[in-house]
């Protein structure tokens, strides 16, 4: 089982790096491609994760597979190899990038809708649940619902906003029953 702990102190440190250089906007790119390209290549997961590869041919796939990343980035990820913390570079990139979400003011949203969401209502929604929260903006995903009858609603971490037409109903039945 990972230790979370381990994920957030990796993070954290990459994180100070980056704005002790004022390089943040950087590495938060490149995180996020590190991010999808462990994530989207099977291939690249299963080299990671094969005992049967050494730890040269490790660093030598990474070297040649992120070159044009920092020597931060590479380095982070040079070291996870050495210290066969390899499973663990998914949950340093999402807590990086969740601390540079912190320090932007931004929040995740998860929206769950009848139909996708256009971009206008998209920053209408970001603007109006983001304010309620006490953050700047909200980066949104969106969820489509077929079984809504109509309206949204909103996740914000532990926190939801029910807007839904089903929503909507059964408060009014509990506000004629109570």
């Not at 990139?93 to 003011?105: A, P, S």
């Amino acid at each position: 089982m990972m230790d979370i702990g381990v994920s957030k102190r990796y993070a954290l440190a990459l994180f100070q790096i980056a704005k002790e250089n004022g390089n943040v906007d950087q590495l938060e790119e490149e995180v996020r491609v590190v991010k999808a390209l462990v994530t989207d290549s099977t291939e690249l997961h299963q080299v990671l994760k094969s005992p049967n590869i050494s730890l040269e041919q490790k660093k030598e796939i990474i070297r040649e597979g992120f070159a044009s990343a920092s020597s931060h980035v590479q380095n982070l990820l040079m070291l996870l190899i050495d210290r066969h913390r390899e499973d663990y570079i998914l949950g340093i990139c999402d807590h990086f990038l969740q601390l540079i979400n912190e320090e932007k003011g931004i929040a995740d949203a998860i929206v769950y809708s009848v139909r996708p969401l256009t971009n206008e209502e998209r920053t209408e929604i970001s603007a109006s649940f983001a304010a309620k929260v006490g953050k700047v903006s909200l980066n949104i995903e969106n969820i489509v619902d077929s079984n809504l009858l109509g309206g949204i609603i909103v996740r914000i971490g532990n926190q939801i906003f029910d807007g839904s037409l089903q929503g909507k109903l059964n408060r009014l039945q509990r506000q004629l029953l109570g």
